[in-house]
């Protein structure tokens, strides 16, 4: 299984965008998935998770703006994110979880402008 993400772009504060992580090969057993960024001299860290039964989990500072969900025909997860402020700025990454293995996405860069 491959993931590729992409959606990342330049915004300004107050905007929109929708990542996307589409993954190649098959999903054999889903049991999640996240996004994760980085942001410039900062550790990566956890935005947002979805559970395999549809529920989930937000880190405080995207809750309410940020959506995650799952689309199993295509296989791709997505991550809705509105209103958008500068401090969002950073690399994010997809993670998918199937089958017992962990997979990663390249990775794809907001930017959030003032």
């Known amino acids: 299984v491959q993931l590729q993400a992409s959606g990342g772009g330049l915004v300004q504060a107050g905007g929109s965008l929708r990542l996307s992580c589409a993954a190649s090969g098959s999903i054999t057993r889903f049991t999640g998935a996240a996004w994760y960024r980085q942001a410039p001299g900062k550790s990566r860290e956890s935005v947002a998770i979805?559970?395999?039964?549809?529920?989930?989990y937000y880190t405080d500072s995207v809750t309410g703006r940020f959506a995650v969900s799952r689309e199993p025909a295509n296989n791709t997860v997505y991550l809705q994110m509105n209103n958008l402020k500068p401090e969002d700025t950073g690399v994010y990454y997809c993670?998918?979880?199937?089958?017992?293995?962990?997979?990663w996405g390249q990775g794809t860069q907001v930017t959030v402008s003032s």
């Open positions: 993670n998918l979880q199937s089958g017992g293995r962990d997979y």
């Open positions: 979805l559970m395999p039964g549809g529920s989930t």
